[in-house]
Structures are given as C-alpha cells and as structure tokens.
C-alpha cells in the first residue's frame, strides 16, 4: 500500500446535520451505487476503512462512512449522548434523511459493530445485509447456551499481565492485565485520566497502543507512520474524552438516549467475521455472534488479522464484503 494510506486528504469529506442535533463528517465515493455504510469503532475514526473504500467503490457500491458524533471531523453532541443508540439514530438520518436511501448495507466491528446490531433492529427492512466482526457480542446467554457454547473463561485474557510499557501515562494496577487496565481507566475514571492526559502528545500516546502493545492486532501491523495517522484525530482532549462514553455505559455511569437493542436476536442476514489475533475480543466471539444472528453466514476467520480486519486484511475485506452484500 502507497502513501495514500496515510493521506487524510484522500477522500473528500461532506458535512452534514442530523436530527437537528449534531452536525456528522462522512466520505461519500461511487454515488449511484447500492449504499454500503461502514461504522467504525474505537480507538478508530472513519480512517480506519481508508484501504478498502475504493475497491468497494469499484464494486458496485456507494461507500459512505461516516465519523460518529465526538469522533474526527464530527462535531460534538450538544445533548451529551455518546451511547450506542444515538450513533444509530444518527447513522439512520444520514443514510436515509440526508442521502435519500430507503435501505442500506451496512458493516462494522468494535462499537460499530454494536451500532449496526442496534440499527438492523431498530428500523426493520432498513438494513439489508451485514457484516459484522470483532465486537461485543449481544446479550443472549440463554441463546448461548442453547447452542452447546459454555460461559466464557476470562483467564487466557488475563494471562497477558504485568507487561512493559514505554507510555509515561501507563500504570499498571497489580496483576491488570495489558488489554483491560485502559478499559478500566476509561470507564471509571475518565476526567482524572483527561487531567493527566494534559497535551496533545499524552492524548494520543495513551491510543498509540492500541495500535501496538495492547495487543488489539497482529504484531507490528501499523506502520510509525500509520499509527500516527490513526492516532491524530485524538489528540483533541473533548473527542477523547467523548470517546470513552461507551466505556461509561459499560460501568453504568452514564446515561443513555435510549437503550440499545442488545438483547434480541437479529434476522438480518449477517456475515460474521474474526480476526484471531486479536486480544480484546474474547475467542467466543464467532460462535455466539453466529448464534445471535438469524440468517448467518460464517462465522468465517481471517487469517493475519486481529481486531481491525479492514485495514489488516484490506484486499480480502473488501472481496468478501462486496460479494456478501450483492445478496
């Protein structure tokens, strides 16, 4: 891959208001075609499908890709809501309201990937594939266990403990193991971890890692170079800080717009990948997300890929994708 990559000028990006609320940054390439949305996670923004927005273009499709309220060129939710059901009804009023689709394609891993769970039941017939990979599987244990799959061991997580960092902001707290002491911060400690988080470098420091050490995918897949280019965006302390709300959610310690459709299984016709190398997902992943969906195709593994699979596996991404979603 070229430098284009790394190019945050690439594509040109629109603006536009939603739900008289929030004004939303997107890429939109290959108007005309079928609309494929692609909601991106954290520690991500809307960079992180840069590798295949222009071979899914070339498919057939309109890409359009959004950054989510309090990420990127996104403007900041004057309403303070930062939860799964907002990004959905946002993501609906600019698929539908704003460009005119009265269905959509969607895919997404991470908190994206909760967000098209959420909007395929929340608007019924609006979505009409998906792709799904490495996220928060629904909460369905009685699904789970129905289907033979036993309750998750946490210890193979918890095995990656008491590691190196060269981040001055990183401290470990005991045997907290590498891929959950931020998840900690995060969640329970937001502001005091912002107040030391006090300069652009800190801020984007603290996510380099996700991209490296922590594990979240195969070794040495970001460049220097990509890492900053994926870590730019979060050097501004409010996006930041807006992007730990997920986080929040988890503790119970923020309020929500609306609760998220998570405890339901989906008809939606759903393709579920994994990236196996990923350490943040716990392995049950593939096999509950394969429960949880109705008409499921996989759950299918990626190989060399861990938890950011369009940019780890971009070429086989996007093949898998655009055939999937022709229906």
């Known amino acids: 891959?070229?430098?284009?990559?790394?190019?945050?000028?690439?594509?040109?990006?629109?603006?536009?208001?939603?739900?008289?609320?929030?004004?939303?940054?997107?890429?939109?390439?290959?108007?005309?075609?079928?609309?494929?949305?692609?909601?991106?996670?954290?520690?991500?923004?809307?960079?992180?499908?840069?590798?295949?927005?222009e071979p899914l273009a070339e498919a057939g499709y309109e890409v359009i890709v959004p950054d989510l309220r309090g990420y990127g060129d996104s403007g900041l939710a004057a309403d303070g809501f930062y939860d799964i059901a907002a990004y959905s009804l946002d993501l609906h009023a600019l698929v539908h309201d704003v460009l005119g689709h009265d269905t959509t394609t969607v895919a997404g891993g991470d908190v994206g990937g909760v967000v098209l769970y959420d909007l395929g039941l929340r608007f019924p017939g609006f979505v009409t594939h998906q792709v799904v990979f490495n996220t928060v599987t629904p909460l369905l244990d009685d699904v789970y266990a129905a289907a033979g799959l036993a309750p998750d061991d946490?210890?193979?997580?918890?095995?990656?403990?008491?590691?190196?960092?060269?981040?001055?902001?990183?401290?470990?707290?005991?045997?907290?193991s590498a891929t959950t002491d931020y998840f900690f911060r995060q969640a329970?400690?937001?502001?005091?971890?912002?107040?030391?988080?006090?300069?652009?470098?800190?801020?984007?420091?603290?996510?380099?890692?996700?991209?490296g050490h922590r594990l979240w995918g195969t070794p040495d897949a970001f460049t220097a170079e990509e890492v900053a280019f994926h870590t730019e965006p979060f050097a501004d302390a409010e996006r930041l800080r807006a992007s730990w709300a997920v986080y929040e959610h988890s503790a119970g310690r923020r309020a929500m717009e609306d609760t998220p459709r998570m405890f339901e299984q989906t008809p939606v016709p759903s393709l579920v990948l994994y990236g196996p190398e990923d350490h943040v997902v716990l392995p049950s992943f593939p096999q509950k997300?394969?429960?949880?969906?109705?008409?499921?195709?996989?759950p299918l593994i990626v190989p060399a890929s861990g938890h950011f699979v369009p940019w780890e596996a971009a070429v086989t991404f996007a093949k898998i994708t655009a055939a999937f979603c022709r229906g």
Do not use: N
């Not at 004004?23 to 520690?43: C, I, N, S, T």
């Not at 997300?289 to 996989?298: H, Y």
């Open 1 to 53: 891959m070229g430098s284009a990559d790394t190019d945050p000028g690439r594509f040109t990006v629109h603006h536009a208001e939603v739900r008289g609320k929030v004004e939303l940054a997107f890429v939109r390439e290959g108007v005309g075609g079928r609309p494929l949305l692609l909601v991106h996670g954290y520690p991500e923004t809307k960079r992180i499908w840069w590798r295949v927005i």
């Open 154 to 176: 946490l210890r193979g997580r918890r095995a990656q403990s008491d590691y190196t960092s060269s981040d001055p902001t990183h401290r470990p707290r005991g045997r907290r």
């Open 188 to 211: 329970t400690e937001p502001d005091a971890l912002l107040a030391e988080l006090d300069t652009p470098e800190r801020r984007r420091a603290w996510v380099a890692p996700m991209y």
């Open 289 to 298: 997300m394969a429960a949880a969906c109705l008409d499921c195709t996989g």
